[in-house]
């Protein structure tokens, strides 16, 4: 007789600040949606395709719960239709409450989808080497989930990590079972933990029931619960985007999911067991990190990009728009954007984030957007500017179109480099291709659109007295936009 099919609702938190790995991540483009490595693949692409692999003939898989906010949404839906992977639902946070608000909106919402399927949490910016362990551990974690267990991953740690919290737990049939949840360590208790062996490293992944989520919570923290349900009560839905009542949500109190429960179930009546996962996986929580789960060559230099190294050791140098060549470097890490370029000491990487709240305190924009800014239309990259003048390559996606607008304080002109222009102008309304123009006075409607099946390229240039983004008033917008 053939056991059921459990049902698994993967979840994928999709927040970030874009901190961390600056100046490749910036706050309008954190490190979830960055490539890293040869796959061609963003960390969030690859944490959707592995979610999407633990289909067995027991296992069923939904498709994923994507947790995020307002201003990545775009992001999200694009990232996932080029992986080919369709979302069930993306929540979007009205502000940042921690997460176990954002698994609580996720957990309400396969409740509302109906049954009670187990939830697989993990973030949307780690990365996996070993997709075949990794999988083989979540299915493990499924089943024993499924009998109402909540289900950790720790990580076997190959080094006395000081970065991460770790989980101690205790043999026993079918899985371990946790008995502590301790904070980063220092040095020497790093090291004893490691010698110890019963230590694993806190992977902030974990797999349980929807209803068994929500019966802990009721039990440790039930104000979290309560305003949570108000918050997502007052949801509205707008295709797949599903937006929590801003004022309620607002309301419900910030706290981390391992402070919230996690860290209470050890000795309560929840049983919480733990998977052991060796499946070289990282958080990617600093340059080192990345330096040590990249590819190296013979003197533990690793590369990405245009880069000449010479007599380097344990460097990473990552180069996005030109060339970068570095001579007799030891330990360095050195990151190349358009519009930043960052060296730091590899030991002291976790500093970078330092430098993104000093430029947050001389209101300095190279901490929230890149030079190349990404919109739900295509994107758009400031390659000059001036004090009266700026000069912007476009692209617009097939079929897409940017709002309907003026601006009090510039005109543009328009040149088309690839594809076909719909310009609108006023009341008038033409089709440019390549090599022709068109002039938009100050203060004139108009509006760009892609009618062809190719992306369009144009050249805009930009005069006037003020050249700021916010200098736009929408009439019609495809997005939703003000």
């Known amino acids: 007789m053939n056991s059921p099919t459990l049902t698994l609702q993967p979840v994928i938190m999709a927040g970030g600040s874009g901190t961390r790995l600056w100046p490749l991540s910036r706050a309008g483009y954190p490190k979830q949606f960055l490539v890293l490595d040869d796959s061609n693949r963003s960390l969030f692409q690859q944490a959707a395709l592995r979610l999407k692999g633990l289909a067995a003939a027991d296992l069923a898989v939904r498709a994923p719960v994507i947790v995020g906010n307002e201003e990545h949404r775009f992001l999200v839906l694009d990232q996932l239709r080029e992986a080919a992977c369709e979302p069930s639902a993306v929540l979007l946070e009205p502000t940042g409450r921690n997460t176990a608000p954002a698994i609580t909106l996720a957990a309400l919402q396969a409740e509302a989808d109906g049954g009670d399927p187990i939830l697989v949490v993990t973030a949307a910016d780690h990365i996996v080497a070993d997709t075949a362990a990794f999988t083989a551990a979540l299915q493990q974690a499924a089943r024993v989930a499924a009998g109402g267990a909540v289900v950790v991953l720790g990580i076997t740690p190959d ?125 990617l929580g600093a340059w080192d990190a990345v330096w040590q789960s990249a590819h190296k060559d013979d003197a533990g230099n690793a590369a990405h990009g245009d880069v000449i190294s010479l007599d380097s050791r344990n460097t990473l140098v990552h180069a996005t728009s030109r060339l970068v060549s570095v001579v007799g470097l030891d330990d360095v890490i050195v990151v190349e954007t358009p519009d930043a370029v960052m060296v730091a000491d590899r030991a002291r990487s976790q500093e970078v984030k330092k430098i993104v709240n000093t430029l947050n305190a001389q209101g300095r924009g190279e901490q929230s957007l890149h030079r190349k800014v990404h919109r739900p239309w295509g994107w758009y990259d400031s390659i000059d500017n001036g004090p009266r003048h700026q000069v912007k390559r476009i692209m617009v996606k097939p079929g897409a179109s940017l709002s309907l607008q003026m601006h009090h304080h510039r005109a543009e002109h328009w040149i088309v480099v690839s594809g076909t222009a719909e310009v609108t102008n006023g009341d008038k309304v033409m089709i440019l291709s390549e090599n022709q123009s068109t002039y938009i006075p100050l203060g004139q409607t108009h509006r760009l659109a892609n009618p062809g099946k190719v992306p369009l390229e144009i050249i805009e240039v930009q005069s006037g007295s003020y050249l700021g983004e916010d200098d736009i008033v929408r009439f019609e917008d495809t997005y939703g936009r003000q």
């Open 159 to 283: 080094r006395p990590e000081t970065g991460y919290g770790y989980i101690r737990s205790t043999p026993d049939s079918g899985a371990a079972r946790v008995a502590q949840f301790v904070e980063k360590p220092d040095q020497a208790t790093a090291e004893r933990y490691l010698a110890e062996g019963d230590y694993t490293w806190n992977s902030g992944m974990f797999v349980l029931r929807a209803s068994t989520w929500l019966a802990a919570l009721q039990t440790f923290r039930p104000d979290i619960l309560g305003a949570t349900r108000v918050a997502f009560a007052a949801s509205q839905t707008d295709a797949k985007f599903v937006r929590p009542g801003k004022d309620a949500f607002a309301a419900v109190p910030a706290e981390s999911i391992d402070y919230a429960v996690m860290e209470r179930c050890p000795g309560s009546t929840f049983d919480i067991r733990m998977i052991p996962l060796a499946a070289g996986w990282s958080d």
